[in-house]
């Protein structure tokens, strides 16, 4: 198993900067990639943004050039530093962990419980 553990949400005007990390324990032989999905209200989840251990990254297209994501091998965390926030990025952001066909799929087996993200106007 994988345990995954979130930190850094919170509330923040639109145009700010937040920094999420998800620290990974456990038996992490098991994953080779990392990755940040958001829900917000009435919505489905969403991939945001994924990296594999050798440093290949994904997007979705509404964050890119804002959301830049980046891991730490030695430390097994992913961080999410989110920059030009906007109303619309305001969700429930979660870490996943798995190979990284599941990661961008959307059915990684290791998810973190999640941290809010609010973007006030």
């Known amino acids: 198993q994988v345990q995954l553990k979130e930190s850094g949400g919170g509330l923040v005007q639109a145009g700010g900067s937040l920094r999420l990390s998800c620290a990974a324990s456990?038996?992490?032989?098991?994953?080779?990639?990392m990755g940040w999905y958001r829900q917000a209200p009435g919505k489905q989840r969403e991939l945001v943004a994924a990296?594999?251990?050798?440093?290949?990254?994904n997007y979705a297209d509404s964050v890119k050039g804002r959301f830049t994501i980046s891991r730490d091998n030695a430390k097994i965390t992913v961080y999410l530093q989110m920059n030009s926030l906007k109303p619309e990025d305001t969700a429930v952001y979660y870490c996943?962990?798995?190979?990284?066909?599941?990661?961008?799929?959307?059915?990684?087996?290791?998810w973190g419980q999640g941290t809010q993200v609010t973007v006030s106007s």
């Open positions: 996943a962990a798995d190979r990284r066909s599941t990661v961008v799929a959307g059915s990684p087996r290791y």
């Open positions: 456990g038996s992490i032989f098991s994953i080779s990639a």
């Open positions: 990296i594999t251990s050798g440093g290949s990254t």
